[in-house]
């Protein structure tokens, strides 16, 4: 397939990706006044099903590669996790689904700070710029008041923090050889069977909607995982992975006609300089990179 259709492909399967991420927010939403961990367990039971399914069919299984990998695919396991219980509590608190989007889209900055720890990867001076522009653009969206207020912010930033190391472990995963595959269920299917005794001990009985919805919200996450996987099949990341920025303005579309939520004014420049940040670094990556090729 020619470069420039794989790469157009995988932009619209990253896009299909910001959508199912951005409607699992919303049916998380939308279930209204429940456990985080209730949601949580939702959000990843139905993912590993799908992907022990799937593994049942390849040729080595459930085979982790090393004795290494293992010790990433737990470090990525529990700091998702922690990322996914701070991210569905900003999405219940704070004043609109979009907010906590782009306070989760922080994580691609995070990851540089934590390639710099984990992978020795020394960041260039515009990389650091990038960064603390995007930090500026997180204060503007959470409006620190420094008192309980500022939690589900706080939740929502640090939501970011967990998914940019996860992320640079699934990167370390790679450079081991793991299969993604492997990655996406040692991380689903121990989110499920460690959310599942908090599921049981605090449970709400639940409306049939509210079953509806949860489910849902596990059916986009799936959708949401696979998407973005095939993605990175078709395109390097440096190349598309802005695009997953589309997950804010599909939530606040979401949001404004399904859940009547106006994001404030501040927020709105927050989003703006945030995305900004992560536009100039996509293009510092893609010239960075131009004189390079042959």
Known sequence: MHIAVKKGLGVLLILGAALSFA?????????????????????????????????????????????????????????????????????????????????????????????????????????????????????????????????????????????????????????????????VFFFSAFSTIVSLPFFIAGYVPMTPMQWVYLMLAGVAATAGQFFITAAYRQAPAKEIAVFDYAQVLFSALLGFFILSQVPKTLSIIGYVVIISAAVGKWLYQLLKRKPNQK
């Not at 939740?155 to 299969?179: D, P, Q």
């Open 23 to 183: 409607c699992m927010g919303l049916f998380v939403n939308l279930a209204g006044d429940l456990p985080v961990m209730q949601k949580v367990f939702f959000r990843n039971a139905l993912t590993a099903a799908v992907v022990f399914f799937i593994l049942l069919f390849q040729k080595d299984k459930f085979k982790i590669q090393s004795k290494q990998s293992l010790l990433w695919l737990l470090l990525r396991s529990v700091l998702g996790f922690l990322g996914v219980i701070l991210n569905f509590y900003a999405i219940d608190n704070l004043s609109s689904i979009s907010d906590a989007s782009i306070l989760n889209k922080l994580s691609p900055f995070f990851a540089i700070l934590f390639s710099a720890l984990l992978l020795k990867e020394k960041p260039s001076i515009p990389e650091i710029i990038f960064v603390l522009i995007a930090f500026g653009g997180a204060a503007l969206v959470a409006q620190p008041k420094f008192d309980l207020t500022v939690l589900p912010a706080l939740s929502g930033i640090l939501s970011g923090a967990c998914a940019g190391f996860a992320y640079t472990c699934v990167r370390i995963l790679g450079m081991k050889g793991e299969r993604g595959l492997m990655t």
